[in-house]
């Protein structure tokens, strides 16, 4: 923003004939004392209106000052004109001057007449004259006469000059030649021309001053437009340094953005960040940036040494002081240094300082931008050890399936022999007692020996599944993908569990739509899946409710779903069930049992065919749906 005057400065006097003015003198020398002929007024007032319109259209103080003494000085033909102008301690300097060539100069002198008092000050300030026409004969103060006989003057006349209601200065006619008789129109004159003088620093003043408002008006511009640019570049700082935290999750590289990128944009000359240890006695240098080579990396400090620093950082408090600085190598050199605390809710983590030479120093916001990145590197710091635990953890826990998987793998074969060998006798015993009892075995030794027979194929299913699951994926290599004709094949699965149905008091719907597509998948794996499932149906359905199974065509995808009523899976546990091992606690209406690894290997079995196994639970209903290709691959 600019103030602009509405002055045109004019550089010249319109044309002025002072020979007229001479002659129109010599004229009034003959009249009486008590006249003054019309062409001296004609000319008094030609001057006073030239004057006074250099004033209106001139901003130059000193042009304006210097040609009006100066014509000033031709029209009353004396010897020195000049102004006085006063200084705050009444004391005053002769600004212009403009004198005959035989004149002495007095321009510049300071003069401080002691006589002159805040009473002439005031008289002067209400417009008193002071007219002296013969220093000589006049009866003036020692130290006023001393002053004007010190440069030549034998006759006076003083002016007041007055500027926004202050005596700004003097207007004064010097005659040195000889006595002088001041006319009343001179005096006339002279009071006038000091009225449009005062104007004329009037004028000056308030185009100085609007020009010192200009000069503060785009000064506080810049500063704002500087500031606002800074506050973007600030901005977009720690923008960038965020995204590349947020990008990272290595604490070290986090670090390494930090330092680099404040050092960098706050061009400063070391910058680096220590973290404290678990109880806050030691601080270690992290990172260090620095223009020169580093020096602090790695370097402890102990926090019981500096307490009051770290009473303060641990505090949350930012600090800048000015100290000596030994890890420059340079004896008794001091710099600046601010230090802001890298915290968040848990806790300060360390700290981030910051280098600068002792003459320089870190502004407002400057400062606020340092806190911002320092909090954000918190999070980073709280992130990247996070993560890093939990990576520890996954390995742990990748280490600890891979032990397990290694136990089952080998108790699984452990235990295979010996139930083959079980179940081996089992038979031939049953083939050996029919040989000799034959039919008049009792109904408790048959039930004994129908116990002991599943059993047997319980725990022969249970070794088959787990090293089902522990060769999971070479079982893929066996799979052998064939036409599955879903209306012929399905009753096939459904009949062994029909005789338990009943006994359980369920009730068995198929829900299969007339020309259901073909699939093509492998046999021996969706049997393996509907038979978990459906075992696993009949497990858990009270008497009186039902099991059923749905099949849906949808585009090139088969969804089959195996329903059972009078149950439902807490939201809690719905995801865990496919969890190997993991049993719904208390849900077994038929006390069945089981090892928790029939879900498991039922999710590994579809994942295998390209598809996969949901679960919807709601009050009395529970469904697990398998979607899988229409074509899977072999």
């Not at 020979?19 to 008590?34: M, S």
């Not at 200065?169 to 010097?174: D, N, Q, S, Y």
């Not at 120093?361 to 400057?366: I, R």
């Not at 038929?590 to 498991?600: D, H, N, R």
Request: charge should be negative; include cysteine; glycine fraction near 4%.
């Amino acid at each position: 923003m600019r103030i602009e005057n509405n002055f045109e400065q004019e550089k010249f006097l319109p044309d002025f004939n002072f020979e007229k003015v001479k002659t129109a003198r010599l004229q009034t020398e003959h009249t009486d004392r008590g006249s003054v002929s019309f062409s001296l007024e004609t000319q008094t007032d030609n001057l006073l209106a030239a004057i006074a319109l250099k004033i209106r259209h001139s901003l130059d103080l000193e042009v304006i000052l210097q040609q009006t003494v100066a014509e000033v000085r031709q029209f009353l033909q004396s010897d020195r004109v000049l102004i006085y102008r006063f200084e705050p301690d009444l004391s005053g300097v002769i600004a212009v001057e403009s004198l005959t060539e035989n004149t002495q100069s007095v321009f510049g002198h300071r003069l401080h007449d002691p006589c002159f008092t805040n009473k002439h000050l005031e008289s002067y300030k209400q417009g008193q004259i002071h007219l002296v026409e013969d220093v000589e004969q006049a009866e003036l103060v020692t130290c006023y006469s001393d002053v004007l006989k010190k440069f030549g003057v034998k006759a006076n006349l003083v002016v007041p000059i007055v500027a926004n209601d202050q005596l700004w200065g003097l207007l004064i006619a010097h005659h040195c030649r000889a006595p002088r008789r001041w006319q009343v129109a001179e005096v006339d004159l002279l009071k006038q021309l000091a009225i449009q003088v005062g104007i004329a620093v009037q004028q000056a003043e308030l185009y100085d001053q609007v020009q010192s408002l200009n000069v503060y008006l785009e000064q506080k511009v810049n500063q704002r437009t500087a500031r606002l640019q800074r506050s973007i570049q600030f901005e977009t700082l720690t923008h960038k340094v965020m995204k590349k935290m947020r990008d990272s999750l290595d604490e070290l590289q986090i670090l390494q953005t930090v330092t680099q990128e404040i050092g960098q944009v706050l061009n400063i000359d070391r910058c680096k960040i220590e973290l404290y240890n678990g109880d806050r006695t030691k601080a270690e240098v992290a990172y260090e940036y620095t223009k020169a080579s580093p020096n602090c990396q790695g370097r402890t400090r102990i926090v019981a040494d500096f307490p009051e620093l770290d009473a303060q950082l641990l505090q949350k408090q930012s600090l800048q002081f000015v100290e000596f600085v030994p890890e420059l190598n340079l004896l008794q050199t001091q710099a600046t240094r601010l230090v802001c605390p890298i915290y968040d809710d848990q806790g300060v983590l360390g700290n981030l300082w910051l280098l600068r030479p002792k003459e320089a120093y870190f502004e407002v916001d400057e400062i606020m931008l340092v806190e911002q990145v320092a909090n954000q590197c918190a999070i980073a710091i709280r992130q990247a050890r996070l993560y890093q635990q939990s990576q520890i953890q996954v390995q742990e826990l990748a280490r600890l399936n891979l032990l397990k998987d290694d136990f089952l793998k080998t108790i699984s074969h452990e235990l295979r022999t010996p139930m083959s060998s079980i179940q081996l006798a089992s038979e031939t015993l049953e083939t050996l007692l029919d040989k000799e009892i034959g039919n008049k075995r009792s109904a408790t030794f048959a039930r004994v020996l129908d116990i002991f027979r599943s059993a047997c194929n319980r725990q022969n299913q249970l070794v088959n599944d787990l090293l089902t699951l522990c060769y999971i994926d070479a079982k893929k290599e066996m799979m052998t993908m064939q036409w599955i004709d879903l209306s012929v094949w399905l009753p096939q699965i459904i009949e062994p569990f029909t005789e338990r149905i009943e006994h359980q008091q369920q009730t068995l719907k198929i829900n299969l739509p007339a020309n259901f597509p073909q699939f093509k998948a492998d046999i021996s794996t969706i049997r393996r899946i509907l038979t978990e499932l459906l075992n696993n149906a009949c497990k858990y359905t009270p008497a009186g409710e039902t099991i059923g199974i749905t099949a849906l065509a949808k585009d090139q995808r088969i969804e089959l779903i195996i329903l059972n009523t009078g149950i439902e899976i807490p939201l809690a546990e719905q995801q865990r069930v496919f969890d190997k091992f993991y049993r719904i606690p208390n849900r077994d209406p038929w006390q069945y049992g089981g090892t928790g690894i029939g879900l498991a290997l039922v999710k590994n079995l579809i994942e295998l065919l390209g598809g996969n196994i949901s679960l919807t639970s709601q009050p009395g209903k529970t469904s697990f749906i398998l979607d899988f290709p229409r074509e899977v691959d072999g």
